[in-house]
C-alpha cells in the first residue's frame, strides 16, 4: 500500500498545493522528522544547556510549521498574502530593535512599501518591485517636511531604508520564486535548508569547535560547526531534490550553498545590528527561542539570491 | 558625526511581561490597537448585549472623560466580570487609555492568558507576592508619566465571596495620593448572582453598573467611608451587617435590676 496514495474526503474545488502529491508527501517526512526529533529531545530537554536551547527551538516549530504548510498549500493569492505579512512582521521587529517603532510615519511607508511589493509580484512587475526601493525612499525624504523637524531624521530615513531593503525587498524575493515553476516548493524547500542549516550549526558547535570565525559578532559560530552545518545542509538539499523543478545536480547544489552560506550571512549581518542597538531579542518567536526576526534573518540574503542564480545563472 | 541614539528603552529595560505598556514609547503597537478594536466588538455588541445585559447609570462616561484625562476607576469586586464589564460601558475610542490593575500569578500564568491580557485587556501586572513594590512604582510612574491614562483597581484586593464589600485595601490611596489622581466611584450591582467566585462560567442575566461622584485623592478610610455612603444609596445590603458592639457591663447590671 502506498502511504501517500491517499484522496480527501471532501473535494475542494479550487486547485491548491494540497491536491498534489509531492506536496502531501513532503509536509509528512518533514512533520514526521520535527514530532520525532521533539518527541526525543522533549526526554533530554533538561539535560543541559544545548539540549535547553534546541528544546525551545524546536518547540517552536511543532506550532509553526503546521501552520506555514497549512498556509502555503491554500491557493493563490494567500501564499503570497502569507509572506508579505512575514515581511510586516519583521519589519515591525526591526522598528522596535532600532527604537523607532513609536515613529509612525516612517513605519507606515515601510508597510506600504512591502504592500507593494506583494503586489508587484503578484502582477509579475519586477520593474515595479525594483523601483520600490526608490519610492519607499522618495516617500520617507517627504516626512520631515510633512512633521516639519529635522531632529535625527537622517537617522530614521536610513533605517527605513534598511528596514524595507532588508524585510521587504530582500525576503520578498520569495513572492517571486513563488512564480516559479513549482514555486512553492522551492520557498519551502529554501526554508527548510536555512532553519536545519542554522540548528545544526547552533548543535555541532559544542561538538566541532576550532577557529572562531566572527567572535565579537557571533562567538558560537565556528569553522568547524559551520562547515559540518554546510555539509549536513547541503547533504539535506540532495535528499530533498524532489521539491525542484530540475532535479539535476547543479541545481540542489546551487540551492543548498545558497540557503547554507547566504543563511549564515545573513544570520551575522542581522546579529551586528542587534548588537549596535543593544537588543538581544524582542521577543519569543511563538513559544520558543529568539524572536520571528531570528527566524526569518538567514532569508533576507538566501531569498534574493537563490532567486539571481535561478534566473541568471542556471 | 553625531552617535546615533537609538530609542528602544522600551524593548531593552523591561521584562518581557511589560513590554506591552507604553512606559517609553507612549505608542501602542498597531497590532494591539487591533486586538483590542475585536475585543471590544465581541465584548460589547455581543457579549454585554445579548448574553448579559449591561445597564449603566449615572454621569456619561463622556463628560468625565472630558474633565478628567486621569482617573482611577476604583469598584466592588465579586467576579471575574467586573473588569470587563467596565471596560465594556466605557465608549470604545476611549480604551487606549484604558489600562486594568491585574493578578500577574493569575493573568499572565500562561501564553494564552498572557496574550489575552496584553492586547486585550491592556492589563498591568500586579505581584501580590511583591514585596520591593514594583508594582507600586509601575503604577505610580505610568500614573505620573502617560498624558492619559483610566486605571481599573478594586480596592478590596480580592473577589469576595459573599458579594459584601469588604474594607478597601491602602493601595489605591497610594497611587491616587502621591500622583493626585481624583478617583472615581462606581458599583456593580448584579455580579455576584452573575458570576460568584468558584463558578466556572458566567451565567446570563441583567447587570447594572452606577457611575458615582469623582472623589479627590485621600486617604483610605476617607475614601472607604465616602464610597460607602454612596453606595449604601443604591443598595442597603451591600456591606456586611455590622456586629452588634459588645455590651458593657453598667448596662448589664441595669438589665439586672429591672428584672
Known amino acids: ?314 | 558625526m553625531k552617535d546615533w541614539y537609538y530609542e528602544n528603552d522600551q524593548w531593552t529595560k523591561l521584562p518581557a511581561y511589560l513590554k506591552h505598556l507604553p512606559l517609553f514609547t507612549r505608542h501602542l503597537d498597531m497590532f494591539s490597537v487591533f486586538m483590542r478594536f475585536l475585543w471590544s466588538i465581541f465584548l460589547k455588541n455581543i457579549c454585554f448585549k445579548f448574553y448579559i445585559r449591561l445597564k449603566v447609570k449615572g454621569t456619561p462616561f463622556k463628560e468625565i472623560y472630558r474633565t478628567h484625562p486621569k482617573l482611577i476607576i476604583i469598584s466592588n469586586h465579586a467576579s471575574h466580570l467586573d473588569a470587563v464589564s467596565i471596560a465594556a460601558s466605557i465608549p470604545r475610542r476611549y480604551w487606549l487609555n484604558l489600562y486594568i490593575a491585574a493578578a500577574k500569578d493569575y493573568f499572565f500564568s500562561n501564553p494564552l492568558f498572557t496574550f489575552f491580557s496584553k492586547h486585550c485587556l491592556g492589563a498591568i501586572p500586579i505581584d501580590r507576592k511583591d514585596r520591593k513594590g514594583e508594582a507600586i512604582n509601575l503604577i505610580l510612574k505610568l500614573l505620573t508619566e502617560l498624558p492619559r491614562m483610566w486605571l481599573i483597581i478594586f480596592p478590596e484586593g480580592t473577589r469576595s465571596k459573599d458579594g459584601k464589600i469588604q474594607t478597601f485595601k491602602r493601595g489605591v490611596s497610594i497611587f491616587s495620593e502621591r500622583t493626585q489622581t481624583p478617583l472615581l466611584f462606581t458599583y456593580l450591582e448584579g455580579n455576584n448572582e452573575l458570576w460568584p467566585k468558584g463558578q466556572p462560567i458566567p451565567l446570563p442575566g441583567k447587570l447594572v453598573l452606577h457611575v458615582g461622584p469623582v472623589h479627590p485623592p485621600g486617604p483610605i478610610q476617607d475614601v472607604y467611608t465616602h464610597y460607602k455612603q454612596w453606595v449604601l444609596t443604591i443598595n442597603p445590603n451591600a456591606f456586611p451587617a455590622e456586629e452588634p458592639a459588645p455590651e458593657t457591663t453598667e448596662e448589664k447590671k441595669e438589665d439586672l435590676e429591672n428584672e
Open chain 1, 1 to 314: 500500500m502506498d502511504l501517500f496514495d491517499f484522496t480527501f474526503p471532501i473535494r475542494i474545488s479550487i486547485p491548491t498545493a494540497w491536491e498534489s502529491h509531492i506536496y502531501r508527501q513532503t509536509v509528512l517526512i518533514v512533520l514526521s522528522i520535527i514530532f520525532v526529533s521533539a518527541a526525543i529531545i522533549f526526554i533530554f530537554r533538561k539535560k543541559n544547556y544545548y539540549f535547553v536551547q534546541s528544546w525551545a527551538s524546536i518547540k517552536s516549530w511543532i506550532v509553526a510549521a503546521p501552520l506555514l504548510f497549512l498556509t502555503m498549500g491554500l491557493p493563490e493569492p494567500w501564499p503570497l498574502v502569507f509572506l508579505t505579512g512575514l515581511a510586516i512582521v519583521g519589519a515591525k521587529i526591526f522598528f522596535q530593535i532600532m527604537g523607532m517603532f513609536h515613529r509612525s510615519y516612517f513605519v507606515l511607508i515601510c508597510y506600504a512599501g512591502i504592500i507593494g511589493l506583494g503586489i508587484s509580484a503578484w502582477y509579475d512587475r519586477l520593474d515595479i518591485y525594483n523601483a520600490m526601493p526608490m519610492i519607499v525612499l522618495g516617500v520617507s525624504c517627504l516626512v520631515p517636511l510633512v512633521r516639519n523637524s529635522y531632529k535625527r531624521m537622517i537617522q530614521y530615513m536610513s533605517l527605513t531604508l534598511l528596514a524595507f531593503i532588508f524585510l521587504g525587498w530582500s525576503f520578498m524575493h520569495l513572492g517571486l520564486i513563488l512564480k516559479f515553476p513549482n514555486g512553492i516548493y522551492q520557498v519551502m524547500y529554501l526554508i527548510i535548508l536555512t532553519e536545519f542549516c542554522d540548528n545544526t550549526n547552533l548543535a555541532m558547535g559544542r561538538y566541532f569547535g576550532g577557529w572562531r570565525l566572527f567572535p565579537k559578532i557571533n562567538p558560537r559560530r565556528t569553522v568547524g560547526s559551520t562547515a559540518v552545518s554546510v555539509l549536513l545542509t547541503l547533504f539535506l538539499a540532495g535528499s530533498m531534490r524532489f521539491l525542484l523543478p530540475d532535479g539535476s545536480d547543479k541545481y540542489w547544489l546551487a540551492s543548498g550553498l545558497v540557503a547554507s552560506l547566504g543563511g549564515f550571512v545573513g544570520d551575522l549581518v542581522m546579529t551586528v545590528i542587534r548588537r549596535d542597538a543593544g537588543m538581544k531579542t524582542v521577543g519569543p518567536f511563538i513559544i520558543g527561542r529568539g524572536d520571528f526576526l531570528h527566524r526569518m534573518d538567514r532569508l533576507i540574503f538566501v531569498a534574493p539570491i537563490y532567486y539571481y542564480v535561478m534566473t541568471v545563472l542556471l
